[in-house]
C-alpha cells in the first residue's frame, strides 16, 4: 500500500498527467502538418524513357526476332549457345536478370535450337587510358647487361606505377 501512495505521490510531483496531454498535443500537431503536407504535394509525371526490357520479350522467343527489336534500342547483342551449367558466376548473372538494360550495354542471348532459353545483361568493360608506349631501346642491338639490368629496373617501376593507377582508373 505504501508503495502504490509513493507511486501517486511522484506522478503527481512530475504532472504526469500534464506530460501525457503534451505529447498527445504535439502528436495531433505533426499529424496536421503532415496532412497538410500531403495533401498539397503535386504528383509529377516520370521522365520519359524507353520501354523497359521483359525478360517474357526474351527468354522463349525466337533469337533473331530478339535481337531484330533490341538492336534499335542502341545495345550490343551477343549470341551464345546454351549450355545448362552452374558456375561461379551464376550468382552475378541472377542479379543481372533484375538490372534493366541501357544504352551501350552489352546483352548476351544464350540459345538452343534457335530459341533464347537465357541473356544476361552486363555493362561494358570501361576503356582504360593506356599511357603512350615509350620506346624500347635506340639500338637494335642489346647494349651491356648493367644498361639491360637498369632498362629492366626501370620497366618495373613503371609496370608498379600503372598497377597502382589501374584501381583508381576503373572508378
Known sequence: MEQLQQLIAWSQSNDVLGRWREVRQRGTVARSAARVAVTRVQPRPAPASA???L????VGQPADHV??????RGVVIRRERFEPR?????VSDVAALF???QPGDEITLYEEAGTVRYFTIAKPPA???RAPAQPLAEAAEPGPPADLA????????????LRAQLPKRRT
Open 127 to 129: 576503356a582504360i587510358p
Open 55 to 58: 525478360s517474357s520479350d526474351i
Open 67 to 72: 535481337e531484330e527489336a533490341l538492336s534499335g
Open 150 to 161: 637498369d632498362r629492366v629496373t626501370a620497366l618495373e617501376q613503371e609496370l608498379a606505377t
Open 99 to 101: 538490372r534493366d538494360a
Open 86 to 90: 552452374v558456375s561461379l558466376s551464376a
Open 51 to 53: 520501354p523497359r526490357i
